[in-house]
């Protein structure tokens, strides 16, 4: 199972982004998937998850600014942002709950993605 994180950039202050995150391999199905980010000398943090049925969690930070959805079809989930602030800039990790079948075993995996860069400039 592959994890592929896109969509980060170089924006001003107050300009927006969509981050994409597009699983693939021997997928049976997901659960959760979610964005997390780490800023310079900071700790990994939650950012948004959104549940196999469409139910969504921010972190306080970024409640109305980002907005995350998933398109199941695709097995990829986006980040919306909008109104990015200095304190954005950071690497974005994608995360997916991942249940993978083979001829004898269920397996849940935790996946993440190689992170996308944010930079915003002031």
């Known amino acids: 199972v592959q994890l592929q994180a896109s969509g980060g950039g170089l924006v001003q202050a107050g300009g927006s982004l969509r981050l994409s995150c597009a699983a693939s391999g021997s997928i049976f199905s997901i659960n959760d998937m979610g964005w997390y980010r780490q800023a310079p000398g900071k700790e990994r943090e939650l950012v948004a998850t959104i549940t196999s049925g469409g139910t969504t969690n921010y972190a306080d930070s970024v409640k109305g600014r980002f907005t995350i959805s998933r398109d199941k079809a695709k097995n990829t989930a986006y980040l919306h942002i909008n109104n990015l602030a200095p304190e954005d800039t950071a690497v974005y990790y994608c995360?997916?709950?991942?249940?993978?079948?083979?001829?004898?075993?269920?397996?849940?995996?935790?996946?993440w993605g190689q992170g996308t860069l944010v930079t915003v400039s002031s």
């Open positions: 995360n997916a709950k991942v249940v993978v079948v083979t001829t004898h075993t269920i397996n849940a995996l935790d996946a």
